[in-house]
Each structure stands twice: as C-alpha cells, then as structure tokens.
Nanobody, 112 residues
Framework: VQLQASGGGLVQPGGSLRLSCAAS??????LGWYRQAPGKQREFVAS???????IYTRSVKGRFAISRDNTKNTVNLQMNSLKPEDTAVYYC?????????WGQGTQVTVSS
C-alpha cells in the first residue's frame, strides 16, 4: 500500500492550495487528510468515503473541500482562505488511519 501526498507549498494568508493523494495497493473505503503542525500532535482534517460522504474538522469547515476520483484512486483537498494556523505537514491515510500507511506528507506554509 502506498499513499503519496503532494501539492504543498508556500502561500499567503487568504490564498488557496490544492493537495492531491495518490492511493495504490489496496481498496480504501474511507480516505482522509491529516496534518501535523510544529510541536503539535497530528490531527484529523477531513475524510471521504468511496461514495462521497465527507467529514471535516470544525476549524476547516467551509474553507476546505475534500473530493475523490475512484477511477484514478486519488483524493484531493482544496484549501481556500488559508490561515497561518493551517501551516503544517499534510498527510493522507485511511480513516481511521493505519500506522504503516503514513507517508512523508507535503508541507503547507501560510505566511506573508
């Protein structure tokens, strides 16, 4: 199994980024995005089932949108109205996460 996140970068407050996760090697009923800010524990951001049901953590609701393409085995995270507190390494994994599926993640930095 491989879950590879990409698309991070440096963006100004109020800007947007789109993250992508390529999933391979298995069937994933529910895929999620997680993030870990410096000095903090990794936290759940959003998840989506293979039939499109979504869940978001309260701090990103209305700003982030998770989507999924089952034909390409990808899950995306559109992040709008970004804030400095969104700065973190973002990871994709199953929901609930599987220890052995954590990849290297992709860095998102929100700063002026």
């Amino acid at each position: 199994v491989q879950l590879q996140a990409s698309g991070g970068g440096l963006v100004q407050p109020g800007g947007s980024l789109r993250l992508s996760c390529a999933a391979s090697g298995g069937f994933f009923y529910k895929l999620g995005w997680y993030r870990q800010a410096p000095g903090k524990q990794r936290e759940f951001v959003a998840s989506i089932t293979n039939d499109g049901s979504t869940i978001y953590t309260r701090s990103v609701k209305g700003r982030f949108a998770i989507s999924r393409d089952n034909t390409k085995n990808t899950v995306n995270l559109q992040m709008n109205s970004l804030k400095p507190e969104d700065t973190a390494v973002y990871y994709c994994n199953q929901d609930p996460p599987v220890k052995y599926y954590w990849g290297q993640g992709t860095q998102v930095t929100v700063s002026s």
